[in-house]
T-cell receptor, first 108, second 115 residues
Framework: LAKTTQPISMDSYEGQEVNITCSHN???????ITWYQQFPSQGPRFIIQ???TKVTNEVASLFIPADRKSSTLSLPRVSLSDTAVYYCLVGNNNDMRFGAGTRLTVKP | DAGVIQSPRHEVTEMGQEVTLRCKPISGHNSLFWYRQTMMRGLELLIYFNNNVPIDDSGMPEDRFSAKMPNASFSTLKIQPSEPRDSAVYFC?????????????FGPGTRLTVT
């Protein structure tokens, strides 16, 4: 399983764009990159998934460079309610492992 | 859809007692996962099932832990005997296909405290 590395924590302010980068140097050819969000006292929630280039949905964008050794989750105009832990996972089936995640704190 | 249902939501028990956690996956989902989350170890995958068959139980801590999925709509995680270090939040999740990693839907979790 490809190992992922992300910052332990990040701070931001309301209305700003937040970019969280995940490194996965050993990603395999058939691996996908998936991001989850977890609020306190809740289970993780799927945000976005991609294989290459860029993926966008109503919540976030995911940027994946050509070498796929990293990925960046972009949250546009964050609000206080975006304060959560964000996990980057890499894998090619449902046997994906959660790392420590990035604790994002959005301040007023 | 009610989502993934877990029971109980909170469990407090004494060391040595048997604990059974229950999970009802989303109807139609054929993969089910049990996770454990603690401050020290983060979110750990314990075991997952495809079509009611255990696929990978390498994350199960030791023989005190066992999981079953007797049918597509029900799974249990049992700890016998329980120990204080088993205190954690246990999450169940389900998804619709075992192939390409599909979105996993998590339940609300069971907070277990072993005294």
């Amino acid at each position: 399983l490809a190992k992922t590395t992300q910052p332990i924590s990040m701070d931001s302010y309301e209305g700003q764009e937040v970019n969280i980068t995940c490194s996965h140097n050993n990603i395999a050819t058939n691996d996908y990159i998936t991001w989850y969000q977890q609020f306190p006292s809740q289970g993780p929630r799927f945000i976005i998934q991609g294989y290459k280039t860029k993926v966008t949905n109503e919540v976030a964008s995911l940027f994946i460079p050509a070498d796929r050794k990293s990925s960046t989750l972009s949250l546009p105009r964050v609000s206080l309610s975006d304060t959560a832990v964000y996990y980057c996972l890499v894998g090619n089936n449902n046997d994906m492992r959660f790392g420590a995640g990035t604790r994002l704190t959005v301040k007023p | 859809d009610a989502g993934v249902i877990q029971s109980p939501r909170h469990e407090v028990t004494e060391m040595g007692q048997e604990v059974t956690l229950r999970c009802k996956p989303i109807s139609g989902h054929n993969s089910l996962f049990w996770y454990r989350q603690t401050m020290m170890r983060g979110l750990e995958l314990l075991i997952y099932f495809n079509n009611n068959v255990p696929i990978d139980d390498s994350g199960m801590p030791e023989d005190r832990f066992s999981a079953k999925m007797p049918n597509a709509s029900f799974s249990t995680l049992k700890i016998q005997p329980s120990e204080p270090r088993d205190s954690a939040v246990y999450f169940c999740a389900s998804t619709s296909s075992p192939g390409v990693p599909y979105e996993q839907y998590f339940g609300p979790g069971t907070r277990l405290t072993v005294t």
